[in-house]
């Protein structure tokens, strides 16, 4: 580690690659007191996501819920973007590097545009756009989609006739700001910083190259980025699901999977992870977007749905209609001029079938670009076989490259929460070297004086969201726009089609100041996601945050009332109504900021605990580990072996031992959490260590508590000791006490006590680590015989190639169903296990020296009670809710506390030690910031009407109101902080005494009562 | 009827990746894109290049070098050709004609027999072909079986 003096690192990272990765590790670090420069090579940041209609498996709309963070990234003082724009060296050492970045000429001055769009309107030249895939077209000067972020175009100079042939300009003279710049060069720029995140993604698989699969021979063959756009509401279709070659609504449409992945023959063997699951996501939407009866059929190998609800998701698609057929597609052929396709394939037993449909989506893998491959050449990072970035099992975002740091697919195929996961951890590692430097680049943003509105008659501006087609497809947006003209107070009135979106931003911001408005009513989406960046927008333009109302047409009304659009509209209205109602009452109102005790509490000493509180203490907080056992170590103590080699043991020991000579991290073993209160930035916790009840003051909570390996019932488990567990094996074969020569059968059983009725998902590592045991016994005596019976062989990533080396020396896979499930036969003398081999016809019958079962992983048996304590959910199967399942996926919903390895999901040790790092990094924000703001959502006491009866603090669930003295007097008295705004006071005060902040009696009356006549 | 894996010669899969040809066997995932590529499992169902692989990897030693179906692969590379494995099951069946000669399973005039049968299916085929190829473009409406049984005439 660079050893200078820290005051000399430059509090500045460079984050190249403008995809969700990039995006987030730049909030992350902008949030954290750096200055952060964000390099994109397109003309806008937003990446592969941004191409997405939706995100799996919530289906939540991608623009949706990326569009804040995108206008986030363009408006927060410490990101620059530098898009349309590549990075050609970084020379230096982690602390001091030196990064020439080339930016290509705009051709557009980025000072005076405005993102009018006039220009692109007036271009005649046109071309296949590349972010429709070219199903859509883009003109010569461009912008690469309605919501880019810079919201400022740049010129095709291979296309523009000016450049070609010195003729046209149109833009020139159309340009109302003079903003074209056709003499402007491309420029190299020289930036310092302190480290570096590559993020730079990956492209799909071309599958032109597939004659089989006939794409680019009959136009309705698509890939499935092709069939997003198709799909997406700001799409070439807008959202109209048809085929390309007659423009007719597909009736039946057929998935392909692993199309360039787990494939030798084209040099692409690894399983690219996401596509069964944007599959089964495309499948389920699909049906969204047409009138017709849709007949979808998913063509597939093994079912990789390891994620977390991933599986819920695969049994929700089987609900509603769509197959799913266990074969890999031979060909694809024309049926005559109808355009519609035969696919031809193995069918039911072992039977040539033939399926006719309208439409074959090939499901494409992943694969690093050939930029980005010259890339990590020019920037001295190691690639992998496959031409991903190399990371070490032990450090997942760590390149080979000190000071240079690795997130999402270009690290490995991955979907979109692991992805952020990596990204939040990559900015926390290189906070962890630059934190000398913390807030010594960093820009304060500057806002407008607060307007005085005081004495104003209410000027309402009311913004109708269609929400691309979530809410305009249901309700009449515009009837809804007309209704609110018409009440009073409502002095301006516009729909848009994303009122996210930063143009969308621009334009509320220039209505406010052009009408003076003083109240904004937005009808969208819900607050809880977007009410945030609205409040932001509207005090930029000088507007009190708490002058603002938001109506959830689309959660509260579109989305579930999407077969009845009359009735949906007319509650879009009663329901817009209602919130101008409010909007004419409401007030503005003050935030509260409040110190943070700089101090981080660990809950769980295991090896993400562990991960998570070195992390921490790395970036100079000091931390609390509480183990609730005598021993540090967790399940990490019961593995030996893992894919790639690596000694576990030794880098177990090694974790312990720098955990407890940490000056910073305090271990308490024998530890339980018994009481926890107060909110981000200052809880208290009372813990018992032993017999002694210890406080402990800190500022966020991360929780580890782990998981444990399920207890067999099944397959007589416990009847015979030739029945063991996978980590069983893996203790005797460490310890040496199985000798791997003795036994000639083995047979291992995956599945055991996951994906079953109780517990329906899937505990993700175990298929791995059967194949890796497998290949450890196979090694010891090559003469064994080892059979694995699976229902589906989830070995992920770059995990596909051992399974390839397991088959190759010969291990033996053989698949059964839930309604054929291996039967194991015990008598006295031997163990048999029967089971039907479907790939042979046959039953097959082993006798097994020795029965390995692939045991799941159960919640922590102690979750629920610590739910409780910390105030947080968790979810049907047990494991911790996080705030929302993509882009926030080790935040709990409540702030300060936050979640890393088998408390979130089963997942093997490499992730949850990267889901650590995220933790600590996410979990350092607030910690670095040193305060919090609180919404001034909190009750108030009117001590002239409070008789101080106590009630409200006796039913006060969060302990955030409290009976004090006042000159021998009791009166009630609001603790801000601990406040959470429910409002339980505020209705049992019998002298209504207590008011809610934004949420007055006489406002939330008018609101229901406008409702209620509506 | 049910399968008894500890009876079975588990070295069998060794030994045809031994062969020349055979190497891949033991990548197969059984994806089943052999069989529906295969013009002969298409006639005959009990031909499945799927299955045979995974008798051989089972150990089925007796019942696949003694059984028919290996004679019946007309080598037309179908398989091979988009095998996600590069498994090469028709250089497998290759090696497995070859260990069954070997192993005494079937008479070289059997495999010779064979050999002559693919010539004389070559010869049939260019006959039949070259009798319809002149009214291709207006497109022949006749008995195939005639066509066949007149071409065999003139062989």
């Known amino acids: ?1014 | 009827m049910t399968v008894v894996l500890n009876e079975l010669d588990t070295n069998f899969k060794y030994d045809v990746a031994n062969e020349p040809g055979g190497e891949n066997i033991k990548l197969c995932f059984a994806c089943g894109l052999c069989t529906a590529s295969c013009p002969v499992a298409d006639i005959d169902q009990k031909f499945n290049p799927r299955r045979i692989i995974r008798m051989v990897l089972l150990g089925m030693r007796k019942e696949v070098l003694s059984s028919d179906t290996i004679w019946f692969c007309i080598q037309c590379y179908s398989c091979q050709a988009h095998c996600p494995q590069n498994v090469d099951f028709a250089d497998i069946m290759k090696a497995l004609r070859s260990i069954a000669v070997r192993e005494e399973h079937v008479a070289p005039s059997f495999v010779e027999k064979v050999k002559e049968i693919d010539v004389l299916c070559q010869k049939l085929r260019h006959e039949m072909v070259s009798t319809v190829i002149d009214s291709r473009s207006k497109g022949w409406e006749g008995e195939l079986s005639k066509l066949a049984v007149d071409a065999v005439k003139r062989l």
């Open chain 1, 1 to 1014: 580690m660079d050893k200078q003096n820290g005051n000399d690192r430059i509090g500045a990272i460079l984050v190249v690659g403008g995809g969700i990765g990039g995006i987030q590790a730049a909030l992350d670090l902008a949030e954290s007191g750096y200055y952060v420069y964000l390099v994109e090579k397109s003309p806008s940041i937003g990446g592969v996501m941004a191409q997405l209609d939706k995100t799996f498996p919530t289906c939540d709309c991608s623009i949706c819920i990326l569009s804040p963070k995108l206008v986030e990234c363009g408006r927060h003082p410490n990101i620059k973007l530098i898009t349309y724009s590549e990075v050609l060296t970084v020379e230096g050492q982690p602390g001091h590097f030196r990064a020439v970045i080339l930016k290509h000429a705009r051709s557009v001055n980025e000072s005076l545009c405005t993102g009018c769009g006039i220009c692109q309107e007036k271009c005649p030249w046109s071309t296949p756009s590349e972010f429709e895939q070219g199903l859509g077209k883009r003109k010569a000067i461009y912008v690469p989609y309605a919501q880019a972020i810079p919201n400022m175009p740049v010129i095709d100079r291979k296309l523009c006739a000016y450049f070609l042939k010195g003729t046209c300009r149109a833009c020139v003279k159309f340009c109302p700001r003079g903003a074209i710049d056709l003499d402007q060069v491309d420029q190299t720029i020289e930036v310092n910083v302190g480290a570096v995140i590559i993020s730079i993604g990956f492209d799909e698989f071309d599958p032109a190259s597939l004659f089989n699969y006939g794409y680019r021979k009959y136009p309705n063959v698509v890939t499935s980025i092709e069939f997003e756009r198709i799909l997406s509401a700001s799409g070439p279709f807008s959202g109209e699901l048809v085929r390309l070659s007659d423009r007719k609504p597909p009736k039946r449409i057929a998935w392909l999977q692993c199309v360039g992945s787990r494939d030798e023959s084209l040099g692409y063997p690894y399983c690219s992870s996401a596509c069964c699951t944007y599959a089964i996501k495309q499948a389920i939407v699909a049906k969204e977007h047409t009138p017709v009866e849709l007949e979808e059929t998913i063509f597939f190998m093994d079912m990789r749905t390891q994620g977390k609800d991933f599986d819920r998701f695969y049994e929700r698609a089987k609900r509603e209609g769509v197959a799913f057929v266990r074969a890999k597609v031979y060909e694809v052929q024309e049926a005559g001029s109808t355009g519609n396709l035969i696919v031809k394939y193995l069918g039911e037993n072992d039977k040539l079938t033939t399926y006719e449909c309208d439409m074959v989506v090939l499901s494409v893998g992943f694969h690093p670009s050939r930029e980005s491959i010259v890339l990590a050449k020019k920037l001295g990072i190691q690639l992998n076989p496959y031409g991903f970035c190399y990371t070490d099992m032990f450090s997942p975002v760590e390149t080979s490259r000190p000071g240079f740091f690795v997130a999402g697919v270009y690290q490995g195929p991955k979907d979109i929460p692991e992805t952020v996961m990596q990204a939040n951890g990559a900015a926390g590692r290189a906070s962890v070297i630059l934190a000398p430097a913390r807030n010594t680049l960093t820009k304060k943003k500057k806002y407008s004086m607060e307007k005085d509105i005081q004495g104003e008659k209410p000027r309402i501006g009311v913004f109708v969201c269609h929400c691309g087609i979530n809410i305009g497809g249901v309700v009449n947006v515009a009837e809804v726009a007309e209704y609110a003209r018409t009440l009073s107070d409502v002095v301006y009135v516009e729909d848009n089609l994303y009122t996210c979106s930063q143009d969308t931003q621009e334009k509320i911001k220039a209505t406010i100041r052009e009408h003076n408005l003083n109240r904004i009513v937005v009808a969208s989406c819900s607050p809880r996601t977007h009410e945030p960046l609205f409040q932001e927008t509207i005090r930029e333009a000088g507007l009190n945050r708490y002058l603002f109302e938001m109506a959830n047409i689309r959660d509260q009304c579109s989305w579930v009332h999407r077969d009845r659009p009359e009735e949906a509209t007319q509650k879009a209205k009663a329901l817009v109504g209602g919130s101008i109602a409010k909007a004419r009452l409401i007030s503005p109102l003050r935030e509260i900021t409040i110190p943070v005790v700089p101090k981080g509490l660990v809950i769980g000493g295991g090896i993400a605990g562990m991960t998570a509180a070195l992390e921490l203490a790395n970036q100079g907080f000091e931390c609390f580990l509480i183990e609730k056992t005598d021993k540090l170590g967790g399940n990490v103590r019961r593995v030996h072996y893992t894919l790639d080699g690596s000694d576990v043991s030794t880098f177990l020991n090694e974790t312990i031992a720098k955990v407890e000579q940490n000056e910073l991290i305090h271990v308490y073993k024998n530890a339980a959490i018994q009481e926890v209160s107060g909110y981000v930035g200052n809880f208290k916790s009372r813990v018992l260590v032993k017999d002694e009840d210890i406080v402990l003051e800190h500022g966020v909570i991360i929780v580890a508590t782990g998981g444990n390996e399920y207890h067999a019932s099944e397959y007589l488990y416990g009847k015979s000791d030739r029945l063991i567990t996978q980590l069983e094996l893996e203790e005797k074969l460490a310890a040496g006490t199985l000798n791997g020569k003795k036994f000639k059968n083995i047979l291992m059983i995956q599945c055991v006590g996951s994906r079953t009725e109780e517990r329906p998902y899937c505990s993700k590592l175990c298929c791995a680590q059967a194949v890796k045991n497998a290949m450890i016994i196979m090694e010891m005596n090559p003469s064994a015989n080892i059979y694995i019976l699976y229902k589906d062989l989830r070995t992920y990533g770059f995990k596909e190639e051992i399974y390839q080396k397991a088959r190759k020396m010969g291990v033996i896979f053989i698949r059964y169903t839930d309604e054929n499930k291996p039967e194991v036969i015990h008598d006295n003398v031997s163990i048999k296990v029967k089971v039907l081999d479907e790939v042979l016809g046959e039953d097959v019958l082993i006798e097994p020296d020795l029965v390995v079962l692939s045991c799941g992983i159960v919640p922590n048996e102690d979750s629920k009670a610590l739910a409780k304590t910390l105030r947080v959910t968790l979810n049907e199967d047990g494991f911790f809710l996080e705030a929302h399942v993509k882009l926030r996926p080790v935040d709990f919903a409540t702030d300060g506390i936050f979640m890393a390895g088998l408390a979130h999901s089963p997942k093997p040790m490499e992730e949850s030690i990267a889901q650590a790092l995220a933790a600590a990094g996410r979990a350092a924000i607030p910690l670095a910031k040193g305060f919090v703001s609180v919404e001034p959502i909190v009750s108030h006491v009117d001590e002239a009407a409070c008789i101080g009866c106590g009630l409200c603090a006796s039913i006060c669930p969060f302990a955030a109101i409290r009976l004090v003295s006042r000159d021998g007097v009791h009166k009630a008295e609001t603790i801000a902080a601990s406040c959470k705004g429910c409002g339980l006071c505020a209705a049992s005060c019998p002298q209504l005494a207590i008011t809610m902040g934004h949420f007055r009696s006489e406002e939330l009356t008018a609101q229901i009562e406008t409702l209620a006549t509506a």
